[in-house]
């Protein structure tokens, strides 16, 4: 569960990039986090994270805060940045085992979870290879096997399915169901609404650092226009 | 030919702009003109001072022709070693490739502007090592007007023809080769190569005296036109250039300069057919063909096993220097190359004095070694060889855009921070025990002053290795698209220079202060000095541990 509760964050003094932002997600929800660029959602997936300092509010991972108690609530959670080229030196295991020992995996656990997850994503052959080796959907297939490793209850994805083929896309969307279904949680940013339609059960829409609307799609259909589509809808909403 | 003027414009100011940054130089002009202007004032005065004592030894024994053939094998050869290490960052490795490559612009276009931009990079620094000498040059022999023009000429089309020969053969290598396998054998080829030559050139010149009587000296310059009339039969341009620059006849001075012409535009003609085949057939080829082959190598069950985080991390580190070329020399390398090199110079230095290694040892153990001067001046040595070590002023700025991931594990900053000096730690270390090696071999020191040199020499070394980090944190270089704007073009390297500087003073002020003291007790008076500033180093770094990890965005 990740309870965001009235944070802001501002870069410059007096221009919040992020104002007073309440948000709450339950367990077993899929969460789509949508809005245009430079709306204030890559800053706060940052807060969510650690990565940003919070300026005011707190964000809660499981009941742990990540201002006070920043160790045990990223340990909450697992994190795929929207960037996917990280330690391109390293051979793909080699990258797998270093977060398996950064997330403790324990040692019963790593082959069978590294397998499952490398043969799922058809990147198993691939491990033995430096990860610079990769195309692009590889190396965010391998950024996401690393944050999945140590089966955290709470998945953060930045822009996940960018660079995924169809069927990795496929599958990294029925691994989110799944991980739904047992209870737990995922909050994923997306610029693709189809994808945000068919797989969340609840998004919001951020918009110049405000959230301007949370809820299920026929909420939002209810609320704005019956007969328009997901297209006009997300345009009716952040252009308003 | 406009496209290409407008094409080379944009590539230069890329690769300028970028370069500013990487140097951490602001984008104010004001300040841009002003540390410019004081880079090229020092460069500029060093050479003058060095030419004119060169030239004017010259003058005396009237030999002065000799100085124009060296400045211009100089420039020639200068181009060589420019053109190795640039070009192919330049042909290959811009990102702009990508971007130029689709528009409708024509392959000679692209080439032109790109050779430009090798050209001018060039330029920029033969304006300083060649202009310069060879305008004192004119001076100081009252040339006329003749010499000054074509002088201008042998600049400009000197660096031209190596220029064309190395692109030409980095082409040809890379028009049948995978380009990121070598991308990092060429750099590490060539930077290994330097090595060798800076080697080779220590032990080929340790022969030579340094106070040379007239008759040496004038026997060396024979040797030295010599090597010049020899090696100028290969290098026509150099030749026709030379006579130009040092006839009295206009005549044959346009003479000259319309040969080295013909000359290169006829291999600028050759050069524009043969880049047109090749070029983008390396090019286009590695752009876009670089997918991973699939392995099927099974996977060792060993890589399964569990590993303590402390090792993982410091072992992850390891691995992203010693397999990136760029890291390795500039970071792993020196440790181990630099006290090997610094000896084979310095006793190639004695050895040129008549000495060799059996008698510096028989003289120097005949002196009281086991002195507080004498630990003074190996821990002084110690420093100033770990200083080159680029570990943990680059701890943060190597893993680039990547550097956020520190921040999202569960893993305290304070304690990552400890894992990526370790490298530091270790490699000065392997410093420390080379030279303490070559000291002992030397001095047959007493065992007890060895460890007490290892323990504060380490003592320093962690002092290095945390301020260090301190400084990266606070100035991380984390945009980059080459490996070269964190290890070579940051201006953060100047800080383990400086600090090695100020240890070097407090040690000559130790040595100067406590000269009778005994030699354990300066040493622990050291030590504790060294010891107190680490401790106050690493509460800062303890203190401030979140809040030097804001600039890591």
């Known amino acids: ?240 | 030919m406009d496209k290409v003027v407008k094409l080379t414009k944009i590539f230069l100011k890329n690769s300028f702009s970028n370069m500013d940054e990487r140097m951490g130089i602001s984008t104010k002009s004001k300040n841009k003109i002003l540390i410019y202007g004081i880079l090229f004032l020092y460069f500029a005065g060093l050479i003058i001072f060095l030419g004119y004592n060169l030239l004017d030894g010259l003058i005396a024994i009237h030999q002065e022709t000799v100085f124009v053939g060296m400045i211009l094998f100089m420039i020639f050869g200068l181009a060589i070693v420019q053109t190795i290490f640039s070009s192919i960052n330049i042909l290959y490795f811009t990102k702009d490739n990508e971007y130029i490559l689709p528009l409708p612009l024509k392959p000679y276009q692209i080439i032109l502007a790109r050779t430009n931009v090798m050209l001018i990079a060039e330029y920029a620094i033969i304006f300083l090592l060649g202009f310069i000498p060879l305008i004192m040059y004119g001076i100081l022999t009252g040339a006329g007007m003749v010499y000054y023009i074509t002088m201008v000429f042998a600049v400009i089309l000197i660096p031209i023809l190596p220029v064309l020969l190395i692109s030409i053969i980095v082409m040809v290598i890379m028009s049948f080769a995978k380009l990121t396998k070598n991308r990092n054998r060429f750099q590490l080829f060539a930077t290994l190569l330097v090595f060798a030559v800076i080697i080779a050139i220590s032990i080929s010149t340790s022969g030579m005296k340094q106070d040379l009587t007239n008759e040496e000296m004038a026997q060396m310059l024979v040797q030295a036109n010599g090597m010049i009339e020899l090696v100028k039969g290969y290098i026509p341009t150099v030749d026709y250039l030379m006579e130009a620059l040092t006839t009295n006849s206009l005549f044959i001075a346009i003479i000259e300069v319309f040969k080295t012409l013909g000359i290169t535009i006829v291999g600028f003609i050759l050069y524009m057919i043969i880049a047109q085949k090749i070029y983008f057939k390396g090019l286009v080829g590695n752009l876009f063909g670089g997918g991973a082959s699939s392995s099927n190598k099974k996977i060792n069950q060993r890589k399964y096993k569990n590993s303590k985080l402390y090792k993982s991390y410091v072992g992850k580190e390891f691995k992203n220097m010693a397999r990136n070329p760029v890291f390795l020399m500039q970071c792993l390398i020196p440790a181990i190359l630099i006290p090997i090199i610094m000896v084979v110079v310095v006793y190639a230095g004695l050895n040129s004095d008549g000495m060799g290694l059996e008698q510096i040892t028989q003289m120097l153990q005949q002196m009281p070694t086991n002195t507080f001067i004498i630990a003074c001046v190996i821990l002084g040595v110690i420093q100033f060889f770990t200083m080159f070590i680029y570990i943990s002023i680059t701890a943060i700025s190597r893993d680039g855009e990547n550097a956020v991931f520190i921040k999202y594990i569960p893993v305290p900053l304070y304690k990552q921070y400890m894992y990526k000096i370790i490298p530091n730690i270790i490699m000065n270390i392997v410093t420390i025990i080379i030279t303490l090696g070559m000291a002992q071999y030397i001095l047959h020191l007493p065992i007890v002053t060895v460890i007490a040199l290892f323990i504060v020499a380490t003592i320093m070394g962690l002092l290095q290795s945390i301020a260090m980090l301190i400084i990266d944190l606070k100035r991380p270089k984390l945009n980059w698209d080459s490996e070269y704007a964190v290890a070579k073009q940051n201006l953060n390297l100047i800080f383990p220079m400086l600090l090695g500087m100020v240890n070097i003073v407090i040690i000559i002020g130790a040595a100067w202060l406590f000269k009778d003291i005994h030699v354990y007790l300066g040493l622990a008076i050291l030590g504790i000095l060294f010891i107190v500033a680490t401790v106050i180093a690493n509460k800062y770094l303890y203190d401030k541990q979140y809040v030097l990890a804001d600039k890591i965005l």
């Open chain 1, 1 to 240: 569960m990740i309870e965001i509760k009235n944070v802001s964050k501002a870069y410059v003094k007096g221009k919040k990039s992020v104002d007073g932002l309440n948000l709450e997600i339950k367990n077993g929800e899929i969460f789509g986090f949508l809005g245009p660029n430079g709306a204030g959602k890559t800053t706060t997936i940052r807060m969510i994270t650690g990565i940003l300092n919070i300026d005011e509010g707190d964000i809660l991972i499981d009941g742990k805060s990540i201002k006070k108690e920043p160790l045990e609530a990223k340990k909450n959670f697992g994190f795929v940045p929207d960037s996917p080229d990280m330690f391109l030196k390293l051979k793909g295991i080699e990258y797998l085992m270093f977060m398996a020992d950064v997330y403790d995996v324990p040692q019963n656990k790593r082959k069978e979870k590294i397998e499952e997850l490398t043969k799922k994503f058809e990147i198993y052959n691939q491990l033995n290879n430096q990860i610079q080796s990769y195309s692009h959907g590889m190396r965010q297939k391998i950024v996401i096997c690393g944050a999945l490793l140590s089966e955290p209850k709470n998945w953060i994805l930045d822009e996940p399915m960018t660079g995924l083929d169809p069927k990795s896309s496929y599958d990294l969307k029925e691994m989110m169901r799944e991980h739904a279904k047992s209870g737990k949680t995922v909050f994923f940013s997306t610029h693709i609404l189809e994808v945000a339609e068919k797989l969340c059960d609840r998004v919001g829409i951020i918009n110049k650092g405000k959230l301007v609307f949370v809820g299920t799609f026929e909420e939002m259909k209810q609320k704005f226009k019956e007969e328009a589509s997901l297209e006009e809808l997300f345009l009716e909403i952040t252009e308003k």
